[in-house]
């Protein structure tokens, strides 16, 4: 049985549903596999013509026991968790460029527009199903800087082990995203707008960490974690990077490159799962907007915490990349007091400084660019205005334009994917702005979903951040449902 460690060494090895129903290992660290399970060639070639769903399968069936989840039950957990996705692939590729061998992968297709309802979706289901089994429940508090929100919100509603607690800076998402979690009309979701963030979703986790902080809140809500540091979902979006190299590569073992929209690292740490697994990427790319925190310690090898800038691009306006300790666990040779000295400094100084080894690691097949607003903008409109009108996301305009700034850099026989994580129709104001139309927004910037949620009455509660910890305490204390406390990002 494969079992899982902490990147910071402090614990015995747990089981998969441990881990994923802890979410934070207790010794502070994020939860790895005590290895990572190897693909040959030959079962590349098998995989190859697979649909989504029967890859999924193959893929997570490496990583969960069948003695934790049977194998009819996993299947059923898969096409759950997808049924919902409009398009048939699930995640389609497309050609962005036929002449620069550039193509985009649609991650957007699922109930709420998003990436982030691929994995979303199946670790509330694998929650659900564990927590069923268990006879428990729990209380769902979630940080949200766009989209992990409704994703949420939407893969917990109507499930009875489940009370979930959207927060969301006011004036920092755009006004579709805020309503996909306010017009929902669930008895078990319960979106706040919270007033007086400067940092945005940062200044959330804060007040999340200091509850995580408190023994007694701990011990008697049970804290745990369904964000993109849990293992479930790391796990999960390693899929779409083996079902994307297959659909642009020639023969297998031909080599792809990913350009990926990064704020918290959690996507790109999924591609680097999966080509340690075995398939076969050149590179990545690592494409931040202006706040920059990755690009920052590949340009100057320092990982430092700085003010946060309001973007277009806002589901990535993130200052502090926690899943960036897995990777650095894993470049580092799995050093746990490497990892757990680098966390400490992180915390106590604001900033890390690497040596030039680890530097050598980690610039192994992963490349980077921070992407002006300008930069962004210009990318939507001169996209827009090609031969195919095709209509990016901001987010997925930071990845295409980071791909573009670096392919001098990068072979030009080498097909490169770059990621869309979400539908340009949650950001009509960006695409506005870049566009400039005279009157009407292009038809795909309109959704029937988001549409239909514009004249629906929205349910929330709103409260300054000042007040948030004592609101949250007062408010989950109503709620049925207090076994289980988790959180989300």
Known sequence: MLNYVSTKGGIAAVDFETAILQGFAEDGGLFVPEHIPAVTKAQLCQWSELSFNDLAFEILSLYIDVSIIPEGDLKQLIETSTGTFSHPDIVPVVTLDSKTNHFAMELFHGPTLSFKDIAMGFLMNTMDYFLQRKGASVSLLLATTGDTGPAAAYASRGKKTIDC???????????????????????????????????????????????????????????????????????????????GYFQVAKKIEEEVIFSVPTGAFGHLFAGYLAREMGLPIATFICANNRNGAV????????????????????????????????????????????????????????????????????????????????????????????????????????????????????????????????????????????????????????????????????????CDYSELRDVLLVEMAKTEHKQVGCVVQ
């Not at 940092?199 to 974690?225: E, R, T």
């Not at 300790?325 to 680098?342: A, H, I, M």
């Not at 949650?426 to 239909?452: C, G, H, M, W, Y």
Request: hydrophobic share 40%.
């Open 165 to 243: 607690w959207p927060l969301y800076p006011s004036g920092f998402i755009s006004e579709e995203q805020t309503r996909q979690m306010t017009t929902l009309d669930e008895d078990n979701v319960h979106p706040i707008a919270v007033e007086n963030c400067p940092n945005g979703g940062d200044d959330l986790d804060i007040v999340i960490a200091q509850l995580f902080s408190d023994p007694k809140l701990v011990k008697d809500l049970k804290l745990s974690s369904v964000n993109s540091i849990n293992w479930c979902r790391v796990m999960f979006q390693s899929i779409h990077y083996f079902y």
């Open 295 to 462: 690009h920052q310690v590949f340009e100057n090898a320092v990982l430092s915490k700085h003010i946060l800038q309001k973007t277009p691009s806002s589901a990535i306006d993130i200052t502090q990349p926690y899943n960036f300790w897995r990777f650095l666990y894993f470049v580092s040779g799995r050093d746990s007091k490497r990892v757990t000295q680098w966390m400490s400094d992180y915390l106590e100084q604001g900033y890390v400084e690497f040596d030039d080894m680890t530097m050598k690691s980690m610039k192994q097949g992963v490349t980077s660019a921070a992407i002006s607003d300008e930069e962004t903008l210009s990318t939507i409109a001169r996209v827009y205005q090609g031969s195919a009108h095709y209509l990016l996301d901001p987010h997925g305009a930071v990845a295409v334009a980071a791909a573009n700034k670096l392919s001098l850099n990068l072979s030009c026989s080498t097909a490169i994917i770059s990621l869309l994580t979400a539908h340009p129709a949650k950001f009509p104001e960006v695409t506005r702005q870049a566009l400039q139309p005279d009157d009407s927004l292009p038809t795909q910037a309109i959704e029937n979903s988001i549409e239909k949620m514009k004249c629906q009455t929205q349910k929330m509660l709103v």
